[in-house]
T-cell receptor, first 114, second 111 residues
């Protein structure tokens, strides 16, 4: 158990809809990262938050947005969903106590867009 | 642009054999090279990592070999076991920047 909690584990929705994925980082970790995993693209970095502030941005679509709340949990919002958004979405966290950049991943949220 | 190229995409090995996964990179500023292991239905978890000041790091049956001049590093799994069947990701990181992951290798170890 990595200590990172993601909900929901599975989500099925229709094109054009909006969903919210939630992540609770390990206790004490200030950084939260969101990754998208698809079969042909591996792990794609979307966005990082550190203590409530956006720290780095990757290949995140404009239809996607995220935020980190004062209690350090994070939410990834996906809107105007398309079939191609079907993927596993992982949240990871890291903190000052982790060795040299180790990321701790949650078990992911599997999104299916029909 | 893929900054870390990982091969092969899939690998089938017999129990007791050696599994070898290779990664190549371009950015010479990378200074931390971790390998992550992902079992089905789980998130990736750090397996072993190396810094470029050493050429090899071994932890149990898992060894990272690092060739700085060739800008390549590889994961060797000795005496591969069915329980090693998983997806393996190499990654590279520069300082405190976001790590870049390879596309992953699906390893199947037949009993």
């Amino acid at each position: 158990d990595s200590g990172v909690t993601q909900t929901p584990k599975h989500l099925i929705t229709a094109t054009g809809q909006r969903v919210t994925l939630r992540c609770s980082p390990r206790s004490g970790d200030l950084s939260v990262y969101w990754y998208q995993q698809s079969l042909d693209q591996g792990l794609q970095f979307l966005i990082q938050y550190y203590n409530g502030e956006e720290r780095a941005k990757g290949n995140i679509l404009e239809r996607f947005s995220a935020q980190q709340f004062p209690d350090l949990h994070s939410e990834l919002n996906l809107s105007s969903l398309e079939l191609g958004d079907s993927a596993l979405y992982f949240c990871a966290s890291s903190g000052p106590g982790t060795s040299a950049g180790e990321l701790f991943f949650g078990e992911g949220s599997r999104l299916t867009v029909l | 642009q893929q900054q870390v190229k990982q091969s092969p995409q899939s690998l089938i090995v017999q129990k007791g054999g050696i599994s070898i996964i290779n990664c190549a990179y371009e950015n010479t500023a990378f200074d931390y090279f971790p390998w992550y292991q992902q079992f089905p239905g789980k998130g990736p978890a750090l397996l072993i990592a190396i810094r470029p000041d050493v050429s090899e790091k071994k932890e149990g049956r898992f060894t990272i070999s690092f060739n700085k001049s060739a800008k390549q590093f590889s994961l060797h799994i000795m005496d591969s076991q069915p329980g090693d069947s998983a997806t393996y990701f190499c990654a590279a990181r520069e300082g405190s920047y976001i790590p870049t992951f390879g596309r992953g290798t699906s390893l199947i170890v037949h009993p």
